[in-house]
């Protein structure tokens, strides 16, 4: 089974920034479509941005209102989530979540679109 290896997460004070990374365990990110969603404490998740592959981010959650960005990095084999400007109430846990063949054309928000999903990174923002 393919496992998802994401790193990143920690604590940082509000309008501070972030990147998570996100590896998959076998193939290369043209592979997979990937998703990144997170989970706040007492809320249902939440879907932020998908990509296909290297392919640029599509999808992206409105009230983000560009903070975050998901970038790929084929060299080291892991998509990335930049997060800036970050608020309290983007503490959760963070997730990626990947599908493979058949690649969709346009990614999906919904995590139930995707087979394999990460540990979960906790990000925590506050003063």
């Known amino acids: 089974q393919l496992q998802l290896v994401e790193s990143g997460g920690g604590l940082v004070q509000p309008g501070g920034s972030l990147r998570l990374s996100c590896t998959p365990s076998a193939g290369t990110l043209d592979d997979y479509a990937i998703l990144w969603f997170r989970q706040a404490p007492g809320k249902e998740p939440e879907g932020l941005v998908c990509?296909?592959?290297?392919?640029?981010?599509?999808n992206y959650l409105d009230s983000l209102l560009g903070r975050f960005t998901i970038s790929s990095d084929s060299a080291r084999n892991m998509w990335n989530l930049h997060m800036t400007s970050l608020k309290p109430e983007d503490t959760a846990v963070y997730y990626c979540a990947t599908k493979s063949s058949p690649l969709p054309n346009y990614c999906s928000r919904s995590r139930f679109a995707y087979t394999d999903w990460g540990q979960g990174t906790q990000v925590t923002v506050s003063s």
């Open positions: 990509s296909v592959g290297t392919g640029e981010g599509e």
